[in-house]
Structure formats: C-alpha cells, structure tokens
C-alpha cells in the first residue's frame, strides 16, 4: 500500500478518537457535575457551559503557537505530542473532585491540543497533488465520524458501566493506543537539515506574511463563517426537536436522530466531493456547498415535523461534507511550502472561535427570533460566503491565470 494511504488510514483513525473523545462527554457532563457535588440546575447548566467552552477558548490561543513549532520540527512529532498529552489529561478527568478540577482539565486539553492541524498538514504535505482533496475529504469523515458518535459512545458506556469516571480511563486509553500506532506507522517526509537553514520566523511575523496572500485571510474568515452559521442552531435542535414532537419517552433518541443526521451523510459525501474538487477545483466545490447548504437551510425554517427537519438536515449534511476539506486543499494551495502548519493552525483558532461563538450568539437571539430564524441567519451567512468564494478565490484564480506572460 502507498505511503501516503497507510498515513491516510492510521489518521482518519486518530481523529475519529480525537473527535469522539472530544464529544463523548456532552450527554452525560450535567450529570457528572451532580456526582461531584453540584446540586443547583442553574450552577449545573454554568458550569456545564464552561467546561465545554474551555477546550475551545485555550485551543484558539494555543494552536497558531504548536503551529509554528510544526513547521519547525516536523508535523508527526507535534501530532504524538497532542495524542499523548490529550491521553492523559482525558484520564486525569477521570480522577476529577469538583467541577474546578474538570474545568482546568479541559483547558488543558485546549492547550495540548492540535492534533487535527496536525494531521491535516501531516496528509497534505506526503500526499500527492492530484489526490490531496479526496485525503482531505476522508480525513474530515474521520472527523465527523468521530463527533457524531462520540455522544452515542459516552451515553451507551454511561449505562454500560453503571458511571461516568470509567469512560474517561476508557477514552483515554484509547487515545494512548491511536497515538502509539501513529508513532509506528506514520512516516513524514521532513526535512529537518534544510528547515534550519531557513531564518526563525515569529508568530507575528508569520501570520503577516500569511496575510500578504490574499485568498488565505479569506479562507480563514470562510471557516469561521462556516463554524458560526453551523453551530448557531444546534443548541436549540433538542428544543426545537420537542416543539415539534411534543413530550415522549423517546425524545433523546429522537433529537439524537435530528442531530446526526446531517453528520451521516456528510461522511459519505466528503471524501466524494473532495474527489471531485481534485478534478474540477476545490474553490468550485467550496462555492458549490455554501450554495447547497444555504438552500438546505432554507426548508428548515418551514418545517411542521421531525420528519421534515431530519430530512433536510439529511441534505445539509451533504454539502457540509464539502467545506472544510476544500478550505483545506485550498490552504494547501495557497500557503508557501514550510509554512503549512502555521497556516492549518491559524485555521483551527478561527474554528474554534466559531465554535465558541456560534452557540452562544444563537441562544442570544433564539429569545428575538426563535430557532426558525437563527436557521434563516444561517443561510445567509452560507450564501453570502458564497460570493466571497466566488470574488476572493474563483474570480481571483482567473484573474491569475490570465496575467500571467503568454510563452
């Protein structure tokens, strides 16, 4: 088998662990709070929300920092450093007495973090041109795969063992042995010798050289718009979720289904979309899913019943699988060769910033406009980055091409 596919495989491994490790505490974090003390619903629902927030609020400081270290001394030994470190802050949440020692913990974990940058500058460096959008694309899967199930793998590990505390040993073990195989398996073509002929460049430097292209600034604001029109909904779906279906025994299993259904088949569409940027150009893919979502989103706003909402969830979870991988090819594209950790982790800092951001700014106007029109926000944030793709990249892109000196 090819280098570049084992490297490919062993990854969408890790980040499906990474991932799901991540998410596997949030159907049962309230709970785990009540067990270490907390009594008060409303001390209960705080501090659930920022322990969540934590990891997410460190790793927006931190990843341009591992960023630039990456380039410097190889990507693989950043990634091991993230698996392993994430391996035993995860254990150690395990071992936590108060609802101070789990917060510090996930920012932490928010700190060490930086596998993901990691591994997609891992795979978009060792994996030949012509294939890097389909790699993108199933690395992503691996993702998602990970986000969506990790809640259904901590709730049923919850019931299984009868506690909370054991799935911490648990993930954390399992994140020790994906690191362990990456360090077995994972072979990074680096040059050391001819990095250190290059001059240091600082944070700061780095990323005004990085802003002197201009499609990479855009691609980062692209991501955050993604994040923030994604994330500013999802909240609110359970409730959404109960409006619609009324009070029933089976309420969890129904929001479960709503919630992973856009997750389902954004792991079958990513890596076919990322196929297909290869061939037709991942700035056409990019433009191409902005549109799709915005017109999935759409429906969502009319909706009378699960149904409904699931199935078009279902159809939004399509053009999702599109995104990030064709930012990612793009960055790729775009960013000078030694730089391209520094590059993915400015790009995961404006993630997590639209992972912070996105929820709270929806529960904010979800008591002014009610989720019905957070999902029509939505779509407009999705087609108006439609046409900034379309004027800072495809227009961009063409306008290169027909500058350049005729032979």
């Not at 969408?12 to 991932?19: A, E, N, R």
């Not at 997410?56 to 950043?78: C, E, H």
């Not at 954390?172 to 240091?200: C, H, N, R, Y």
């Amino acid at each position: 088998m090819a280098r570049w596919k084992i490297n490919l495989i062993v990854l969408w491994i890790g980040q499906f662990l990474v991932m799901g490790g991540m998410t596997m505490i949030i159907p049962f974090l309230p709970f785990y709070l009540q067990e270490l003390g907390l009594k008060d619903p409303r001390s209960v629902a705080l501090w659930a929300s920022w322990i969540f927030a934590a990891n997410f609020v460190t790793a927006f400081l931190f990843q341009p920092i591992w960023g630039g270290l990456s380039d410097r001394f190889g990507r693989k030994v950043m990634l091991l450093r993230s698996g392993f470190g994430m391996a035993v802050v995860m254990t150690l949440m395990g071992f936590a007495h108060t609802a101070w020692h789990l917060l510090l913990l996930r920012m932490l974990n928010g700190v060490i973090s930086g596998f993901q940058p990691a591994a997609v500058a891992l795979i978009s460096t060792n994996t030949p041109k012509e294939k890097i959008g389909f790699a993108m694309g199933t690395l992503q899967s691996g993702a998602v795969a990970g986000t969506i199930l990790g809640p259904v793998i901590g709730g049923l590990l919850a019931v299984g063992f009868g506690g909370y505390r054991p799935i911490f040993y648990i993930t954390g073990t399992l994140l020790f042995i994906a690191s362990l195989v990456a360090f077995f398996l994972v072979k990074e073509s680096f040059d050391a010798q001819e990095v250190k002929k290059q001059p240091k460049v600082s944070l700061v430097q780095g990323f005004k050289q990085l802003s002197k292209i201009p499609q990479l600034p855009a691609l980062f604001a692209v991501t955050f718009l993604i994040q923030f029109a994604l994330l500013s909904p999802m909240p609110l779906i359970p409730l959404f979720v109960q409006k619609l279906h009324g009070q029933t025994e089976y309420l969890a299993l129904f929001a479960a289904l709503v919630g992973s259904a856009t997750g389902f088949s954004s792991i079958v569409a990513s890596p076919l979309l990322g196929k297909f940027g290869d061939r037709i150009g991942s700035e056409r893919i990019l433009q191409f899913c902005l549109i799709g979502a915005a017109v999935t989103f759409i429906p969502q706003v009319f909706v009378h019943n699960i149904w409904q909402l699931m199935i078009s969830r279902f159809f939004l979870g399509i053009f999702i699988g599109g995104l990030l991988p064709s930012v990612y090819s793009l960055i790729r594209k775009f960013t000078p060769n030694g730089m391209e950790s520094r590059a993915y982790s400015f790009n995961s800092s404006t993630l997590s910033l639209g992972n912070m951001l996105g929820p709270v700014v929806g529960g904010l106007l979800s008591g002014l406009v009610t989720i019905r029109g957070i999902f029509l926000l939505s779509a407009i944030l999705m087609i108006t980055n439609s046409f900034w793709v379309r004027r800072s990249l495809v227009t961009a892109d063409k306008m290169e091409v027909l500058e350049k000196p005729l032979d």
